[in-house]
């Protein structure tokens, strides 16, 4: 049971290039966010979906797309990477959202833009 | 917009000691605060969740309190140990599913 899995763990892209970070869970909770965790920021939500088949921007989300494959995947793609998206990228997920229900991270991806 | 405030931003004690972390909070119309530990270059592991009609949580040596009319959370670690080492932040959860961080506390448990 690995719960929350994040892939890949480390990417360095250059100014312009496009990626996708993957996230998965094998929990079967309804809820996936997506956070980004800064130096002086703390982590802000970027993205999330609240069930399958629903997205909502967050506090951050300029600059990202997300698409919620399926109950288990929840993808964040940056289209034209920037520097000021270098960060530590969290993936997390509930039970139900706004149900008093626990968040579990994923172990993060730390992305580099050059 | 919510804000959510840590103090201190570092705290470093000798091993045994008990201690406080402290959580402040702008808005009061929260669902659930959660305690999470980060430990350097991971992610984050949930400790404590207090909802929003609870006063305080327990979970071995960490105690939880919320006192929502003020606006304060606090997390007592009792007995404290080197594997206690590492960043606290606290989160409040509003509505349409938005968790607020603070920027956490960073304790460290000298031998």
């Known amino acids: 049971n690995a719960g929350v899995t994040q892939t890949p763990k480390f990417q360095v892209l250059k100014t312009g290039q496009s990626m996708t970070l993957q996230c998965a869970q094998d929990?079967?909770?309804?809820?996936m966010y997506w956070y980004r965790q800064d130096p002086g920021m703390g982590l802000r939500l970027i993205y999330y979906?609240?069930?399958?088949?629903?997205?909502d921007k967050g506090e951050v989300p300029n600059g990202y797309n997300v698409s919620r494959l399926n109950k288990r995947e929840f993808s964040l793609r940056l289209e034209s990477a920037a520097p000021s998206q270098t960060s530590v990228y969290f993936c997390?997920?509930?039970?139900?959202?706004?149900?008093?229900?626990?968040?579990?991270f994923g172990p993060g991806t730390r992305l580099t833009v050059l | 917009k919510q804000e959510v405030t840590q103090i201190p931003a570092a705290l470093s004690v000798p091993e045994g000691e008990n201690l406080v972390l402290n959580c402040s909070f702008t808005?009061?119309?929260?669902?659930?605060l959660q305690w999470f530990r980060q430990d350097p270059g991971k992610g984050l592991t949930s400790l404590l969740l207090?909802?929003?009609?609870?006063r305080e949580q327990t979970s071995g040596r960490l105690n939880a309190s919320l006192d929502k009319s003020s606006g304060r959370s606090t997390l007592y670690i009792a007995a404290s140990q080197p594997g206690d080492s590492a960043t606290y932040l606290c989160?409040?959860?509003?509505?349409?599913?938005?968790?607020?961080f603070g920027e956490g506390t960073q304790l460290t448990v000298n031998p």
């Open positions: 207090i909802q929003s009609s609870q």
């Open positions: 989160a409040t959860e509003t509505s349409g599913s938005r968790l607020t």
């Open positions: 808005d009061s119309a929260i669902y659930n």
């Open positions: 929990m079967n909770h309804n809820s």
């Open positions: 997390a997920i509930a039970r139900l959202a706004g149900q008093n229900n626990e968040q579990f």
């Open positions: 979906s609240a069930s399958e088949g629903t997205t």
